[in-house]
């Protein structure tokens, strides 16, 4: 494992923070505080964690529906993501946006979207911008398993394979597009397999595992900034949650999510970690406790803040 | 002064705005040496390179997507679609995203991208290669829609349009790419959201806009003849709609038609009616009359093309109506 020890701890980190901060909104959202609805992370982490860890700051990412990990992974503030899935004037998009619309440029997130598959095409742009300004940038595009059957996938694709353009697409298969899964609807196994028809790498790699995902990405991200052209990821994982918290679980067979909350990604993680020496139980936990501290201020922070006044709907359509 | 046709004007445009501000980038389908389907890209390619002036495949959506990137990004993307009708295809990348981004995200990202497409029917063209889509986008919040009528607004337009930090919808018609008009050399814009008077007159105003502009100007000659004195109001934009200048001409003239080429209901036509029902109705010595095209698809053969869109004869027909 050639990876630098603050990698190792920074993975570490953001795993945990993903994982508390969706557990603290499980149950947030079930008691009542946050209005509109929600769409857990849970059990995806090591994706948007491996991803992101091979980025730079100033690389890009496009984010999904279910997006609160990919913030996270880029460094996005905890506080003013709270506060804006609980609808108040210090979130970060001001109370307009709520879960699914979090954006912060100045750490290269261009937002998440809620509609599926339109985030291949933005981000895909981001890579030409960036071709074209010769800034070196990185853009790293989050998707799921169900975007891949747009057509916004494939001509976006197209495009970046065609100009050789810097974007790693990372598809978050999860099995299931909402209520129906994948395999009843799309004749591949493997989604990385696509990357076949428009003559780029594509490999599958397992989702829950947070150093392949790592090396993954750490290998097409170089190639991408090397001017080698898009690389297509499928990391094979599983939401632990169903497709938005309050809907009944009528479509997955009990023992298969079982199975996949007993291949979680943290704990093997952690111990590896421990094992090579990187970390000590004691410290473990101590990342642990500073993690479950700053969420006990973002939720805090989310709650004292003041809601938006109603006039502001108003204001900020026009640059 | 020197005269330009409306695809020159828009070049020249262009290529004054790439000149003056690198971040300034073109793309769309046989934009670069081919030099557009309209031939407004005509030259681009040749003096800015396939770097700045890039074909694409066949993917409205795709490339439209990557115009929505590169302007979150720090460039100013011009994207032309080759028809207008195709807008459909891209409207997903225009309506919910570039339209939504920045009041969505908080005002934390800007999209100042132009997206600049053909409109228009007379063309013998049929359903897909003739239509005009502007109420569609003047009815999203959050994007700018122009539709210059002349050489002159074209480039003084586009410009503007460039430069704003805002999604601007840009609609040229394709039966105005060869008018040729006076252009000056130098560099000016128009405000987006500043109507024109096209010709000033006392007894009924038309409020109307790109190509039907030219018809309504016919029509109001043919008008002169009969002592009636038409004012034709160019809107030049329909998302900002200029409200002032349309209430200024009815309140002058007390009489009122709106010609549009599209269809007639919940369109632009509408909306201009609606802002002098509820503003100016006590001005109206006459009932609002509308002159549009018929609600049904834009038809191929040249007589059922020309039953359905106006005419300069509707057009002299509905002022006389309401000129009484």
Known sequence: MDIPREKLLLMVERMLKVRHFEDRVKDLFAAGEMPGFVHLYLGEEAVAVGACAALNDDDYITSTHRGHGHIIAKGGDVKRMMAELYGKATGYNKGKGGSMHIADPSLGILGANGIVGAGLPIATGAGLSAKLRKSGQVTVCFFGDGASNQGTFHEAINIAAAFDLPVVYVCENNLYAVGTRQGDVRKVEDIADRGVGYDIPGLAVDGNDVVAVYEACKEAVDRARAGMGPTLIECKTYRWRTHFEGEPDTYRPPEEVEAWIKREPIAPYRKLLIEQGVLTEAQADEIEADVVRELDEAVEFARQSPLPEPETALQGLWA | ?324
Not at chain 2, 59 to 85: K, N, W
Not at chain 2, 117 to 145: C, D, M, N, R, W
Not at chain 2, 226 to 255: C, F, M, N, Q, Y
Not at chain 2, 295 to 312: Q, R
């Open chain 2, 1 to 324: 002064m020197r005269t330009l046709t409306y695809a020159e004007a828009l070049a020249e445009a262009m290529a004054e705005e790439m000149r003056r501000d690198p971040a300034v980038v073109l793309w769309g389908i046989d934009i670069g040496p081919y030099g557009g389907a309209f031939g407004a890209t005509r030259g681009l390619s040749e003096e800015f390179g396939p770097e700045r002036v890039i074909d694409m495949p066949v993917s409205e959506a795709g490339y439209t997507g990557c115009g929505v990137g590169a302007a979150a990004t720090g460039l100013r993307p011009i994207v032309e679609l080759q028809f207008s009708d195709w807008i459909t295809i891209a409207s997903d990348m225009l309506i919910n995203q570039a339209a939504n981004m920045r009041y969505m995200f908080g005002g934390e990202i800007s999209i100042p991208l132009v997206l600049r497409a053909p409109v228009g029917g007379y063309t013998s063209a049929a359903a897909q290669h003739s239509h005009s889509f502007e109420s569609i986008f003047a009815y999203v919040a959050g994007l700018k829609v122009a539709l210059p009528a002349t050489p002159y607004d074209a480039k003084g337009l586009l410009k503007s349009a460039i430069r704003d930090n805002n999604p601007v919808i840009f609609f040229e018609h394709k039966k105005l790419y060869e008018v040729e008009g006076e252009v000056p050399q130098e560099d000016y814009t128009i405000p987006l959201g500043q109507a024109d008077v096209k010709r000033a007159g006392s007894d009924v105003t038309i409020v109307t806009y790109s190509y039907m502009v030219s018809k309504s100007l016919a029509a109001a000659e043919q008008l002169a003849a009969d002592g009636i004195d038409v004012e034709v109001v160019d809107l030049r934009t329909v998302d900002p709609i200029d409200e002032d200048a349309i209430l200024a001409s009815v309140k002058k003239t007390h009489r009122l038609v709106v010609v549009q080429e599209t269809w007639r209901k919940c369109s632009v036509s509408s909306e201009v009616a609606a802002i002098v029902a509820e503003k100016a109705l006590d001005y109206l010595d006459e009932p609002i009359v509308r002159v549009t095209a018929h609600d049904v698809p834009v038809p191929f053969t040249p007589v059922l093309e020309e039953y359905v869109l106006p005419s300069e004869e509707k057009i002299v027909a509905a002022v006389k109506r309401v000129a009484g």
